[in-house]
């Protein structure tokens, strides 16, 4: 005889055994997956800058969540982690740091290129290779990038973005095959627009004249959850039609050119008024 758990009863039973690193916990998105986590009876490792955010988050979840505060674009930084989830007997990552500012590439400056690239792309590189050993040591394991569904649309007033996160994708999807013979599994994880501080009020209402549909940063940690009991490898796009876009845009590009090209004076016009407003940088994660 079958016995079908219940979806929620699967998740506790398959992440009570888990012990994860999750680097920009005190983001948006970072801090809701840290929250469903635990309460699916995972065990933490938070990960970010900001010890205020970090405590406080850690003063709201459920078991006994450890802490590592450091800025992991260091390599000083990155060392100490290692030792960090070594002690911490860390089975899984997951990386969650993202920056992201609404302009231009002729509105950019040479800071907000490095700054992009090395949180959004070098960064994760450079966590994943640094835990890799700590991870293979383990009997079964979990690697998981959040990307972004603008990890496979280029958009335009977000290109930096886009190059950070189409490089993501491919270093996710080639370390995922070169660990194909390993007991490590590899998820790119991308969600569409989330909700989170990281958007900037122009950010917002651009999404709303557009009419770019939003969701929620709990939703999209019980998304990753759900995937994480079921098959937690490969790539997840969330959110209809963005995931119908990412097929279309991969087989017939000019018609996104198209749609794309009717949007750009909004994009640009709000473009125009972020550069005049304070940029919009941190831990966390900025998900479209």
Partial sequence: MTIHWPMQFEVEMTLTQQRFV?????????????KALAAAGATLLLCGRNQ??????ASELDGDPQLFIGDLNDSASLTL????????????????????????LAQTSDTDVLHTIN???????????????????QPSANIINVGSILGSIGYPGSTLYCASKFGLRGFTESLRRELADSQVKVLYFAPRATDTEINSEEMQQLNQQLGNN?????????????RLANAPQGAAYLGWPEKLFVRINALFPALVDGASLKQLPIIKRFCHVETTTTPHAGEQHEAS
């Fill in 22 to 34: 999750i680097t920009g916990a005190s983001g948006g998105i970072g801090a809701a997956i840290a």
């Fill in 52 to 57: 205020r955010k970090l405590t406080k988050l």
């Fill in 81 to 104: 982690l290692s030792l960090a989830a070594a002690e911490f007997n860390a089975n899984g990552v997951i990386n969650c740091l993202g920056v992201n500012q609404l302009q231009t």
């Fill in 119 to 137: 949180t959004n792309l070098l960064t994760p590189i450079n966590i994943c290779r640094t835990l890799l050993p700590q991870l293979l040591s």
């Fill in 214 to 226: 939003t969701d929620t940063p709990q939703w999209v940690a019980q998304q990753l959850c759900q």
